[in-house]
């Protein structure tokens, strides 16, 4: 049989946590494939692992969908950074981040390190909606300015749409200001019993993203790989001097001896 290759082991984890449908799977593709994805729901969880220089970083996607809820606390465990997702065109989904989500960060590490992260800011801020990755593919922007330079046609609504929609080359109204989420973010501090003065600052730690233009989507993660690089080295150093025992070689070196016997 062909030697199966060995899989990296991450050196840390990063969750991304959020309601359905704010765009977390998206965010992802946005930042690993360099293209935007029209994707289903997640189901559980996925995770990728991300070469990052020397480093390997897995990055956990998880399921919105309240039947799914239990599952993030076990994704989390562990994390040493989460990723805190909500549409700005949508304020419930800034709340549920609160009500739902931010305790399922309890078994995250004592030192992770979070942010709150506003997706789908192109369809309320025109210089999100007129940036566009410099990484995309050909095909990809040809598609998307044609999109936007199709014409505007407006029509009679006398009730207002429920839920915000997307109309090529219209801005929306923003539902969450920077201020919100930034809000948010001292309450994330309190509930994890950090003192603000010596954590770091909202304006570093809350971003607004598009994961459809790329808008801002390599700061969040660059910025989050930065800030995790002490506990990687933390843990590296840790593991040179309590090294553990790779099971898969003394599988091989055992069967090399059975080999050489025989």
Request: hydrophobic residues 35%; negative net charge.
């Amino acid at each position: 049989m062909p030697e199966m290759s060995k899989m990296k082991k991450p050196d840390v984890k990063v969750v991304i946590l959020g309601d359905m449908n704010v765009g977390k799977t998206s965010l992802l593709h946005r930042y690993t494939e360099r293209k935007f994805k029209d994707t289903i729901s997640t189901v559980g969880g996925a995770f990728f692992l991300k070469q990052w220089g020397p480093y390997n970083i897995s990055i956990w996607d998880t399921a919105g969908r309240e039947q799914f809820h239990g599952l993030g606390s076990m994704y989390c465990r562990g994390a040493a950074a989460v990723i805190l997702t909500y549409d700005v065109t949508n304020w419930q989904s800034l709340a549920e981040l609160e009500e739902r989500f931010l305790s399922l960060t309890d078994t995250a590490n004592h030192d992770c390190i979070y942010a709150v992260v506003g997706n789908k800011a192109d369809l309320t801020d025109p210089k999100a909606q007129l940036f566009l990755d410099s990484d995309v593919a050909s095909e990809d922007r040809t598609e998307y300015e044609e999109e936007r330079t199709e014409p505007e046609v407006l029509t009679a609504c006398p009730t207002p749409p429920a839920s915000p929609v997307s109309f090529s080359g219209m801005i929306l109204q923003k539902q969450v200001a920077p201020e919100d989420a930034a809000a948010l973010y001292g309450r994330i501090l309190r509930y994890k019993g950090l003192e603000e003065n010596s954590s770091l600052p909202a304006e570093k730690m809350c971003f607004e993203t598009s994961a459809k233009t790329g808008y801002n989507v390599d700061t969040l993660f660059e910025t989050l790989f930065d800030l995790v690089l002490p506990t990687i080295l933390r843990k590296r150093n840790e593991n040179r001097e309590s090294p553990t025992v790779d099971l898969e070689d003394c599988r091989e070196s055992s069967n090399k001896r059975r080999s050489a016997c025989c």
